[in-house]
């Protein structure tokens, strides 16, 4: 009992001795934060000492001791005379200017230092050390009067200085607002702009909702009166020409406004009040008051006319159902985890929802493009945008936050079904998207999102080159910094074309190459240590490696439908990508032999021959090959020296003869059963016209024969690359080619467009001219205006009617005088604003300009 009553006490003694400690612990950490606190405050004293001697008063007083010195020393060098010699009246005035400069860089010395507990703020401050210098030498010429002889011009010089630092001074000053804020210090605001009851302001804000509610519908009130004109002048019944209808539009709308007496002062009051929401709304709503001719002129050539009952349909079925999809993408988490079966019917509904309005978007091409069965129907692409359906999309899109895993790392149908809707709403909007300046500006805007998503499954590649299609400005936009991110995930990742989506889609339009994305493509793709790390089967048909891409393409030899990239094994469609991202680099003619000369190094031109001639090799993967080596081999500034003697590039052309064999027969097929038929193959299509552009190329810039090397009897010799041909068998080529291609030719087919028709018979002459003797003396074009005949024929209806309005809104926005009225619409409220009281003007308004700007 001894021992634990010691031990109790011993341990109670240290218990007392924690709690002092603890004590004397908070104690000093009471009075570390106090001293602190207190050196703050006087820290922030002294910055305010500091703002007085930079004040607008001092400021000026100074600024007039500055100038009275430089005048001083100007007569001083002038005259000859030394102001520091005793007695003088210059004396005692240079003295108290003296005396006002030290005590000023005293005061500021001291309070920098106080301040910032160093002098940094003296001498890392040019103009602080110039007055240090200026005063120093000041006071040497006070105790030694001889060295203002010889220092009177430096110190002259210093005064400048000092002038050019106060007027520096005052112009930061006047760009911070400081000056304004003096001469405002004369004039109490009304205190009924401050302290207004905040109900008070909010119903003031709803108010002023009201008022631009009401404004929208006079914007909707005169857009209906220029349709009504628009009407009148498309039926006849109406003579005036389209800007004088504009123009009585304008006068008509003036029967609903919100142009009321002192509608303008009460809403420039308004603004007053110290309550961000309400000067918002008021902004808005004045804006668009005073712009009323802008907002028409706008609303006008942004009219989509449904010019048709087909139109009109579906302007209320598109309508439905997107206010439906966004009802559902709305309450997905009510639905989304499928638990009963009318869950089931909302998802199904859904999709289904999804899946008709892509296929509203897409119209079926008549014609042969390649890579694309449909194109998108611009005016449906407008009725979208129009119904906002890229804002609900973007809901729908929202939903793969919710996608994930569970702990095993497996997804569960729910997830699964979630990702489905978010690629079904991708492939709306690569419809959406495509070829649609407008919409792709919305795009354009979410770009790092769909990037962000590129491997999740939900397509979004394809959604990133709709984007860019056919788009320039946005291609030249841009960030190089997306194709860094994008080379670094396929290091991390693996090979994916989903990656090179983006290099695929800002190379060039058509034939115009926008050079600075080529060049860094290549650049990011070709540098040396990445190349061989991102590229995939670049190899001779004899390598090992070429053998895994025989293994890819084996089970799709005997396939006879067309193929898709994301049919193909993953790194077979990055290979055939690739090949596209850098034949896309060299299309164009313009400043690309740097970037050509890098390509065809990447990719020697005997392995993309054997490649092709390969019998392992499939049609998609022929084609791919083949517009790769046009592209960078053909069809090139910097040409291949002895391309033209090489024995594969005959034997490619030698296995023309019966590729061509069967052209007519595929044309024919189409013509009478149409590209969804699964006796036509949209691709072999394809991959003839890639072969009748390489024959022609080949011919017309490789092949002369005056210079080429004929081999008269010899043989070739096996795995030579140089080709031992006679000048008569390359004769009966040429005529075989030309004989095959005129054919297609001649043919005429529908089905061709005016454009592959034109390279055609370009493939014609080319073989034409290189056969020792002329073949065909009467070889002329033909269908030259079968596009314009399209267009014309096209013309009826619908699009005659839209035509019409494309004219009238045109003549309207281009007529210089409204586009004037439009520019000079709001000078009035402008010299509203300019004739409001001044703070200096006498009366009881309490709206100034000054406190309103």
Avoid at 537 to 565: I, N, Q, W
Avoid at 698 to 722: I, P
Wanted: glycine share 4%; aromatic share 10%; charged share 25%.
């Amino acid at each position: 009992f001894e021992e634990n009553s010691s031990s109790l006490e011993q341990g109670n003694s240290f218990e007392d001795e924690d709690i002092d400690d603890a004590a004397s612990e908070n104690s000093e950490q009471a009075e570390l934060r106090k001293s602190n606190k207190a050196t703050e405050s006087r820290r922030a004293q002294f910055q305010k000492y500091l703002d007085v001697i930079d004040s607008f008063r001092v400021y000026m007083f100074i600024m007039a001791v500055v100038l009275a010195d430089v005048v001083i020393d100007i007569y001083c060098l002038a005259t000859g005379r030394n102001y520091y010699e005793i007695p003088s009246s210059l004396f005692y005035i240079e003295a108290a200017i003296m005396l006002v400069f030290t005590i000023e860089l005293l005061l500021r010395i001291i309070f920098l230092f106080i301040i910032d507990k160093n002098f940094t703020g003296i001498y890392m401050d040019f103009f602080n050390s110039i007055d240090v210098i200026s005063v120093t030498l000041n006071i040497a010429f006070l105790f030694e009067p001889q060295l203002f002889k010889t220092g009177a011009g430096f110190v002259l010089v210093l005064r400048f200085l000092k002038f050019i630092r106060m007027l520096r001074a005052n112009t930061e000053r006047v760009i911070a607002g400081d000056e304004v804020d003096v001469k405002l210090d004369r004039f109490k605001t009304a205190a009924r702009y401050s302290i207004a009851p905040i109900h008070e302001l909010e119903t003031m804000v709803e108010v002023v909702d009201i008022l631009a509610f009401m404004q929208h519908l006079i914007e909707d009130r005169n857009i209906s009166l220029v349709m009504h004109n628009f009407y009148a002048w498309e039926s006849g019944s109406e003579r005036r020409t389209p800007t004088e209808l504009f123009e009585a539009a304008i006068v008509s709308s003036g029967e609903l406004s919100l142009n009321i007496s002192d509608f303008d002062k009460i809403m420039l009051d308004v603004l007053m009040f110290v309550h961000r929401p309400l000067v918002q709304s008021t902004l808005e709503c004045l804006m668009a008051h005073h712009s009323l001719r802008t907002t028409l002129l706008s609303n006008v050539q942004n009219v989509q006319l449904l010019a048709s009952p087909k139109r009109e349909k579906q302007h209320r079925e598109v309508n439905a159902m997107l206010q439906e999809l966004e009802q559902n993408a709305e309450t997905h988490e009510l639905w989304g985890e499928l638990e009963t079966e009318q869950d089931r019917e909302t998802n199904a509904r859904t999709k289904e929802i999804l899946q008709k309005l892509s296929e509203i978007c897409r119209v079926a091409n008549f014609v042969l493009e390649f890579d694309e069965q449909y194109h998108a129907d611009t005016e449906i692409q407008d009725l979208y945008r129009n119904l906002g359906c890229f804002e609900i999309c973007m809901k729908v899109m929202g939903l793969l936050d919710s996608v994930d895993a569970d702990e095993d790392g497996v997804y569960q149908e729910a997830a699964l079904n979630t990702r489905d809707l978010c690629l079904q709403c991708n492939a709306l909007l690569y419809w959406y998207f495509l070829g649609n300046a407008q919409n792709q500006e919305q795009g354009y805007g979410q770009l790092s999102f769909f990037l962000e998503s590129l491997d999740k499954e939900i397509k979004s590649h394809h959604v990133v080159m709709a984007i860019f299609k056919d788009n320039e400005r946005l291609m030249r936009l841009s960030p190089h910094s997306h194709l860094n991110d994008l080379v670094k995930l396929i290091l991390q990742n693996g090979k994916s074309h989903h990656y090179l989506a983006l290099f695929a889609s800002i190379s060039n339009v058509g034939d115009r190459n926008i050079t600075e994305n080529q060049f860094q493509i290549v650049k990011v793709l070709t540098s040396p240590g990445i190349l061989k790390q991102v590229s995939a089967f670049f190899c001779s048909v004899d390598d090992p490696e070429y053998e895994e891409k025989r293994r890819l393409m084996e089970p799709f030899l005997d396939h006879t439908g067309d193929l898709a990239l994301d049919d193909l094994p993953p790194l077979l469609a990055y290979h055939l990508m690739f090949l596209e991202v850098l034949s896309d680099c060299t299309i164009g003619r313009f400043s690309v032999t740097t970037v050509e000369a890098k390509v065809q190094s990447v990719f020697n031109y005997v392995d993309i021959l054997r490649s092709i001639l390969d019998p392992g090799t499939i049609t998609f993967t022929k084609s791919r090959l083949s517009m790769f080596f046009y592209n960078s081999i053909i069809e090139v500034e910097l040409k291949i020296s002895g391309l033209e003697q090489s024995a594969y590039i005959w034997e490619l052309l030698k296995s023309y003869k019966n590729v061509m064999g069967f052209a007519k027969e595929e044309l024919r097929a189409v013509e009478k059963l149409g590209w969804d038929s699964p006796e036509v193959s949209r691709q072999r299509i394809e991959y003839i016209m890639v072969c009748i552009m390489i024959t022609g190329g080949f011919f017309s810039r490789y092949y002369d024969a005056n210079t080429f090397r004929f081999s008269e009897g010899a043989q070739q010799a096996m795995g030579s690359d140089k080709v031992h041909i006679t000048l008569v068998q390359v004769n009966d080529l040429i005529r075989e080619l030309f004989d095959k291609i005129k054919a297609v030719y001649d043919l005429d087919s529908p089905r061709l467009s005016a454009e592959m028709k034109a390279q055609i018979f370009s493939a014609c002459e080319s073989l034409n001219k290189s056969a020792t003797k002329i073949i065909d003396n009467n070889l002329i074009p033909t269908s030259e205006n079968l596009r314009d005949m399209a267009r014309n024929e096209s013309l009826t209806g619908e699009a005659k009617l839209v035509q019409k309005f494309h004219d009238f809104h045109a003549s309207i926005s281009n007529d210089p005088e409204i586009q004037k009225k439009a520019e000079c619409e709001n000078i009035h409220f402008v010299s509203l604003l300019e004739n409001l009281p001044t703070i200096y003007d006498k009366g009881d308004a309490d709206v100034r300009y000054e406190t309103l700007i």
